[in-house]
Every structure is written in C-alpha cells, then in structure tokens.
C-alpha cells in the first residue's frame, strides 16, 4: 500500500522533481491554472499569515508569564518562517518555476546523454533524493504529532495538572497560543480552537514539507551536476579524431562552457529566492532554539521534556540540512574546475589548450548560497549559530 502511495506521487516528465511538485502543487505553493482556485489557495495562505498576527497579539496579554511568552514565541517564530515561505513562493512565482523547469530540462539531459559513470552519479543523486524527501516528511509529520499532542500528553501525564483543570486553577491547554474572537478557554469555544489549531498546524507541516524539501533536492541537483560536468571535462579528448580537430574540440570545450554558465545562472537565481528567507529562518531559529533549551531544562515532567527534546532536534535538524547541503554544492563548485586537468590536456596543441585554460577560468567560479547578505550557509554558520543560541539560553538561565 505504502509503495503504491509513493508511485502515485512520482512523474514520468519530472524523474527527479516528482514527489516535490506534487507536494507543491497540492499545497497551493504551485498556483493552479483555474482562477477560482488559485484564489482560493492565496485567501488560505493570508488565512494562516492573518493567524500568525494573532499569535502575537496574544503573545501581549500574556507577556507577563515567562513560561507562556518561550512557550508562545518557540512556535510563532517558527510560523512567521512558514508564512515568508508560502508567500514569497507565491509572489515569486515565476521565477520558482523557472528554477523548477531548468531543473526538469537539466536533469532529463543527462538522463538522455548518459555514459555509465555519469549513469552512477545520475543513480546516486536520484537515490538521495528520494531518501531526504521521505525522511524530512517524516520528520516533519513527527514534529506535527508531538505540536498537536502536547496538551494532551501534559493532561495525560500529571495528576496535579488534571486536577488543577478541575478545579479551575488552570486553563484549558490549547495547542497554539494566539487570540481567539470568543471564549476558547469553555466549551464550545475551546473544542472550535482546538480543531483550528490542528487545521492550521497541518497546513504549516505541509508548507515546510513542500518548500523544504524542494530547496534541499534543487540544492543536491546543483551538487549533481557538478559531478557530472566535472566528468564531462575528464573526457574531453577521449576520441583521437574530435582531439585533432580543432573545430570539434572547441564546439565540446563551447557545450561544457554553456552548461556551467546556466548552471552558474539558475543557481544564483535560486540563490536569489532562498536568500531572504534563509536570513530571516537563521535568526528565527538562533532564538527559537534558545526558547526551546531553556524550556527543556525548566521542565519538570519527563514527557514533557521528550515532547520538548523532539521539537528541538527537529529545528536543529532544519537547519543542519539546510547547511550541509549548501556547503556541499560549495565544495563541488571548488573541485570541478580539476576536471580539465583529469583529462588528456597534455596531447593538445596550443590553440586548444587556450580553449581549456578559458574553460577551467569559468570553472572556478563557485556557487555559494548566502542567508541574506551577512553570511553564507555553510556547516561554519550551523555550529555558530548553535554557539549563538547557547549564548542567548545561558543569559536566561541567569
């Protein structure tokens, strides 16, 4: 069962983008050609951004409990992030789907010119992929669960929490703490809230499967097609005949610079678009994983602490992926430019060998991915901002 559910998601013109744009699609990041539901879907996602306002509406009535201000600012930080997510796709609209389809166009390439090295990277990069997707759904469902459960693991696990409802000591736990038009702490109200914020808790985890997912498996395309530009070079003058005609040699040496200039194009497109975002996610996460250590160290029930433990490994995890992924498309950029010299450069003749001096130049160039203007994505940026978040938690505790 589980195996036809992933094959009904996969498609046969997009071999590697398929699971992803069918998550897009279906959570309205991919606007539809019919008018009526591409407004439906933009009036659902200013639905949620319009939420998110009313989390921190809340978050002023209650700023006087410490607990309910980290407990409060640890998932609406993490709502704004989802909310600039699912917008900024939207307005940027066509430029995501120009990135999306060089990525199609690009990958069906190489699929179609494939040599049985390039068809094992081609594999590998396939392979990964699809793992990175179903594990980051799964991680991101988990996550889902233990949001939408806490309450009632809270309830189900504390005797004196039970009692203290009962006696009316303590309010009626709510998933999400934001403002409500009516009364969410008695029934009906609070049964209407809860549903609410389990509908909207769904739709946030659908937001950072699609949109994560989608940046992470551009990101290992970019690192992919490295690699196979980068054997592309090594055979270059594989073929005695093509190594003696200078018309041939230039028209290869033309094609690999070609391919690398799209390349070099899309990816600072990409970049462009995930920049902002990944500035605003860095800083929103520094201080979400402050709020969410400090909590786990205040707490005093033991499910509670695992519930809290999970929510944090999946931020760090968030972002961890982000950084690694970025900082291996960077490697590749550097080692690529050693393709021409893996090759039989030393068999050409001058005028060639000028050709491959040019092609190495443009090779050189690196594809880095920034969050915002003030620094790179990188596994350095991850462990600083792990030390930047122990900063802000060890100013709490004191």
């Not at 046969?12 to 991919?30: A, D, E, S």
């Not at 690009?106 to 049985?116: G, K, L």
């Not at 303590?170 to 008695?186: A, G, Q, T, V």
Request: aromatic share 14%.
């Amino acid at each position: 069962m589980l195996k036809a559910l992933l094959s009904s998601i996969e498609d046969p013109t997009r071999r590697l983008l398929g699971p992803n744009y069918w998550i897009l699609k279906n959570m309205g990041l991919v606007l539809p050609q019919n008018p009526i539901a591409k407004v439906a879907y933009i009036v659902l996602h200013e639905i949620v951004s319009f939420f998110v306002l009313t989390q921190y509406m809340e978050l002023y009535v209650i700023r006087s409990n410490l607990d309910l201000v980290l407990t409060n600012l640890k998932i609406s930080m993490l709502s704004i992030v989802c909310i600039v997510k699912a917008n900024t796709f939207v307005i940027w609209q066509v430029q995501w789907k120009e990135v999306i389809e060089y990525v199609t166009r690009a990958d069906q390439y190489e699929r179609d010119n494939q040599s049985v090295e390039r068809r094992k990277i081609i594999d590998s990069y396939t392979k990964y992929c699809r793992g990175i997707v179903y594990f980051y759904c799964v991680l991101v469902f988990t996550t889902f669960i233990t949001v939408t459960n806490t309450p009632l693991m809270r309830y189900l696990s504390s005797a004196q929490y039970r009692e203290a409802l009962r006696n009316g000591t303590e309010l009626f736990p709510h998933i999400f703490s934001s403002w409500m038009p009516f009364d969410k702490y008695n029934s009906p109200g609070s049964w209407i809230t809860v549903i609410w914020h389990v509908c909207l808790c769904a739709y946030g985890a659908g937001i950072m499967a699609a949109y994560d997912t989608v940046i992470m498996v551009i990101m290992v395309f970019f690192g992919g097609k490295l690699e196979l530009l980068r054997e592309r070079c090594t055979h270059i003058f594989e073929n005695t005949e093509i190594a003696s005609d200078d018309n041939q040699t230039n028209e290869k040496i033309r094609k690999l610079h070609n391919i690398h200039v799209l390349l070099m194009k899309h990816s600072r497109l990409f970049n462009s678009l995930l920049s902002p975002v990944m500035f605003l996610y860095v800083v929103m996460c520094s201080l979400m994983l402050c709020a969410s250590a400090f909590q786990l160290t205040s707490a005093t029930n033991t499910t509670q602490k695992l519930l809290m433990a999970e929510y944090l490994v999946f931020g760090i995890a968030q972002l961890f992926m982000f950084c690694w992924h970025s900082n291996d498309v960077l490697i590749k950029s550097q080692k690529v430019m050693f393709g021409p010299y893996e090759s039989e450069w030393w068999t050409v003749n001058s005028k060639q060998a000028r050709s491959i001096l040019i092609l190495t130049g443009q090779l050189r160039l690196n594809h880095t991915y920034t969050a915002g203007p003030f620094t790179q994505l990188t596994l350095s940026t991850f462990i600083t901002i792990l030390k930047g978040a122990y900063s802000y938690y060890t100013l709490l505790r004191e």
